[in-house]
């Protein structure tokens, strides 16, 4: 198997099922870093994350030892993606277990079927749009921004 010296050229040149051939749902979601500390955040755990994917596809030979302690997912192609159901709420923390990841693309991402309910990201947006809560919500949204947008233009006006 071939080392790759880049995340980019590793996604690019690799197929969605050989990235995803190191991933074993069987085993539990993990909290932790690859130094043993437990998370409590969405920001933190998800560099973890990060961490522990690129460790253990380096251990897999897939990876070069130069990528290690390398940064990837923030700002670019390549992310972290996640196949179990703990991605990340809100503020919550997201698992860490490199047998639950592995680096794709958005769309990949958007396309992975979520293990609870059996729907892709996308579908599941779809169905949350489409509610009654989630309409109410847009509307209450448009009217506090446009009146913020008057107040703002009636300050203005004043001055």
């Not at 932790?32 to 961490?51: I, M, N, P, V």
């Not at 923030?74 to 997201?94: A, E, I, T």
């Amino acid at each position: 198997m071939q080392k790759f010296n880049s995340f980019d050229i590793y996604t690019q040149n690799t197929t969605l099922d050989e990235r995803q051939q190191f991933v074993n749902l069987l085993t539990d979601c993990c909290f932790k870093s690859k130094l043993g500390k437990t998370y409590t955040t969405k920001r933190r755990s998800q560099d973890a994350a990060r961490e522990n994917l690129i460790e253990m596809l380096i251990e897999e030979g897939v990876l070069d030892e130069s990528l290690r302690g390398q940064k990837f997912g923030k700002n670019g192609k390549v992310q972290c993606n996640h196949l179990c159901s703990n991605h990340g709420g809100k503020d919550g923390p997201v698992c860490c277990n490199p047998r639950h990841l592995y680096m794709g693309s958005q769309k990949e991402n958007w396309e992975d079927v979520d293990p609870d309910t059996g729907l892709s990201a996308k579908e599941s947006a779809v169905i949350a749009k489409n509610t009654e809560e989630s309409k109410e919500k847009a509307s209450l949204s448009q009217k506090i921004s446009w009146a913020e947008r008057k107040a703002k233009l009636l300050q203005t006006d004043k001055e």
